[in-house]
């Protein structure tokens, strides 16, 4: 199974940006998907994530009305939208999968994922 982000750069603050990640297998058809961050000498924290059916998805509190996570099914990509942007978003942003999940979850502790991608640099200037 392989995760393939892309979409990050550099944007000032207030703007947006779009990350998406790509799955490669049938792995996608049956996990749940989430983006975690990693900013410099900080621990990764969870962002987003998205249940197999698309129907629930959860937030990091410092995100919520800004940030919009989504999926394809059609075409094994889970998107994050991210707006409103400010320079303490500025971080690594790794997409992850969940190996086997149910329907409704969407997990949030970074133990819960099985693959990881290799991440996508994202820069905010003040």
């Known amino acids: 199974v392989q995760l393939q982000a892309s979409g990050g750069g550099w944007v000032q603050a207030g703007g947006s940006l779009r990350l998406s990640c790509a799955a490669s297998g049938r792995t996608f058809s049956r996990s749940a998907m989430g983006w975690f961050r990693q900013a410099p000498g900080k621990e990764r924290e969870f962002v987003a994530a998205?249940?197999?059916?698309?129907?629930?998805?959860n937030y990091v509190d410092s995100v919520k009305g800004r940030f919009t996570i989504s999926r394809d099914n059609a075409d094994n990509t889970v998107y994050l939208q991210m707006n409103s942007l400010k320079p303490e978003d500025t971080a690594v942003y790794y997409c992850?999968?969940?190996?086997?999940?149910?329907?409704?979850?969407?997990?949030?502790?970074?133990?819960?994922?099985?693959?990881w991608g290799q991440g996508t640099l994202v820069t905010v200037s003040s």
């Open positions: 998205v249940s197999l059916s698309g129907g629930t998805t």
């Open positions: 992850a999968a969940v190996a086997r999940s149910t329907w409704y979850s969407a997990p949030q502790k970074a133990s819960d994922y099985d693959y």
